[in-house]
């Protein structure tokens, strides 16, 4: 007979149950419902692919809002996803914390591996193995081990003395993009057969940071560099790439993540004098020979400006006895107020002292460049809202066009003024990010001017980083990265095709040169009804944005990190 518990019958099966239960109940962190737990994650994704979706549609035309634009969105919707990881997700609190955990291992060994290097035109990061020597420091070693020279003491102590001359010849590229800063090397006719005779390479060796081009001018070639903490004017010669000369603003450094390091502008040549203009808006004149400092001034304190976002970039313009600077004034936009007078300076170019300063408009990143409109000498400008026109001798506004702009008010390319098929008295204007392009007719009816829009081409041959050449009515150029010929008489594109980057072109008589933004050098056979790709090889390594120069036989490339010389000689003999 068995022994019966006191309890009732069945009293057991509740405390033996009991343990087993709170083992297979809801774990803490876990009662969330279903559908929030692994829909939110879903619906995150979904919403991210729909908005790229249509981020990359409505800027089909753009890679560079495309990228921005992504760049704008992305953070947000992966932020998103870690807020679920870590509040929605119902695991258990160990399992998320290792997970952000390994996400934050993961980023941290990235971030002591890889650096950021730059960013592509389109705004996309490059990125290299931090265990590899920077561009800077390559170029450093390179210069101590010719002797030091890169840590020269500024010449700015030197005593200017006599000017030596330095004659400027038809064959010579003595400013920004050529004589008449428009891209042509009006008169040269190189050979184009490189498969049976291929560019010589002359010279090739590291410079300082830097977007500026090379001013040459007989054996001299002048270009300017970040050296350290200082911006560098560098005289070399053209024959070997050795450094003659050296001259340094101290204590003058851009460096912009987007933007890159260094100054931007090119260096002016003028009656054996060099002018140049650095990120900061230090304006130098130097013996050309020697590198000796003739004056100097600070534009932007005399302006009452701050440096623009990218550094200021337009090369001096130099004309007769004056010397030309576009600082920038405090307006930013047509409907603005503001008013400094000061946003154009022209300098005497032998003393530095001021002769006359006008306009009120935000600078922006093109050069000033000296015109005929209207039968009046000016000096016309491309700044952040627009164009206008100065007389060349007293600086008084002549005319001013209506608002021609992208939405950051990086006006770059170069104006492109009176054309065969557009007329004489007109001014072509191309803007990147979306904007696209529009010519205007300035007419001078006794002494007042008057600006009229011919014809608008929105979202159309967009010049970016780079200044179109006009030939016969048309103007060959990098569309957002593509090559395209524009009709300038009817507003239309003729053609697009060929991608190249964002890099620059140079219009010979016989051919246009493309200096891809990858660094190769190519010759394309164009006209307003094709284009074809002759022949190419890779000129210098790296991102290359800087303007290529072309003088006397010789072709000279630089970039970011080096510079390369080519004797590509003119079609009747071999170069010097």
Avoid at 389 to 411: C, I, V, Y
Avoid at 441 to 459: C, H, I, Y
Wanted: net charge neutral; with cysteine; glycine share 12%.
């Amino acid at each position: 007979m068995s022994i019966e518990s006191k309890d009732a019958p069945g009293a057991a099966a509740p405390i033996a149950k009991a343990p087993a239960e709170r083992a297979v109940g809801p774990r803490k962190g876990s009662r969330l419902p279903r559908w929030l737990r692994f829909g939110t994650p879903i619906a995150i994704l979904v919403i991210a692919a729909a908005v790229e979706a249509a981020i990359w549609t409505r800027s089909e035309s753009d890679g560079t809002l495309q990228v921005m634009r992504t760049w704008y969105t992305a953070p947000a919707f992966a932020f998103s996803l870690l807020l679920w990881w870590t509040f929605l997700s119902g695991f258990t609190w160990s399992t998320r914390l290792t997970g952000l955990g390994l996400l934050a291992l993961a980023t941290l060994a990235l971030g002591l591996t890889f650096r950021l290097k730059e960013f592509s035109g389109d705004m996309v990061p490059r990125f290299e193995s931090r265990w590899q020597p920077s561009a800077e420091q390559k170029a450093a070693d390179y210069w101590q081990n010719q002797g030091g020279e890169a840590t020269a003491t500024s010449v700015a102590t030197k005593e200017a003395g006599a000017v030596e001359k330095l004659a400027i010849g038809p064959g010579d590229w003595p400013q920004f993009d050529g004589a008449g800063r428009d891209g042509l090397a009006t008169g040269a006719r190189i050979r184009t057969d490189w498969n049976q005779r291929p560019p010589r390479q002359l010279w090739r060796h590291p410079v300082g940071a830097a977007w500026s081009s090379f001013a040459v001018v007989g054996n001299y070639a002048f270009t300017q560099e970040q050296r350290g903490k200082d911006e560098a004017v560098v005289c070399y010669d053209a024959r070997d790439g050795k450094q003659i000369w050296a001259h340094l603003d101290q204590n003058q450094r851009y460096d912009q993540a987007m933007a890159g390091i260094g100054p931007r502008a090119t260096p002016t040549l003028y009656d054996s004098r060099v002018y140049t203009y650095g990120t900061g808006g230090i304006l130098n004149c130097l013996a050309a020979r020697t590198g000796a400092v003739l004056w100097s001034k600070n534009t932007l304190e005399e302006a009452g400006v701050k440096p623009l976002q990218f550094g200021m970039s337009g090369s001096p313009l130099v004309y007769e006895n004056l010397v030309v600077v576009n600082p920038g004034g405090l307006r930013t936009s047509n409907s603005g107020t503001q008013s400094s007078g000061r946003a154009v300076i022209a300098y005497d170019r032998l003393t530095g002292k001021e002769v006359w300063a006008a306009g009120d408009y935000q600078a922006a990143y093109a050069s000033p460049s000296l015109e005929t409109i209207g039968g009046v000498k000016q000096v016309v400008i491309f700044d952040g809202l627009g164009a206008a026109g100065h007389d060349a001798a007293t600086g008084k506004q002549l005319w001013r066009t209506p608002e021609w702009t992208n939405e950051f008010h990086n006006n770059i390319a170069q104006p492109i003024v009176g054309q065969p098929g557009a007329g004489a008295d007109t001014v072509f204007l191309s803007s990147g990010y979306g904007t696209g392009s529009i010519l205007f007719d300035v007419k001078k009816s006794g002494e007042t001017w008057a600006v009229s829009e011919r014809w608008q081409a929105p979202n159309k041959f967009k010049l970016k980083f780079n200044s179109g050449v006009a030939r016969g009515g048309y103007v060959y150029g990098l569309d957002e990265g593509i090559l395209a010929c524009f009709d300038l008489s009817k507003g239309r594109q003729r053609w697009k095709r060929g991608h190249y980057g964002y890099g620059q072109v140079l219009l010979f008589e016989n051919v246009l040169l493309v200096i891809s933004e990858e660094g190769d050098a190519v010759l394309v056979e164009v006209s307003p009804d094709k284009a074809q790709e002759l022949v190419r090889f890779r000129a210098i390594e790296g991102k290359t944005w800087n303007h290529p120069a072309y003088s006397n036989g010789r072709l000279i490339v630089r970039n970011g990190e080096e510079a390369a010389c080519y004797d590509l000689g003119p079609l009747e003999t071999a170069s010097r």
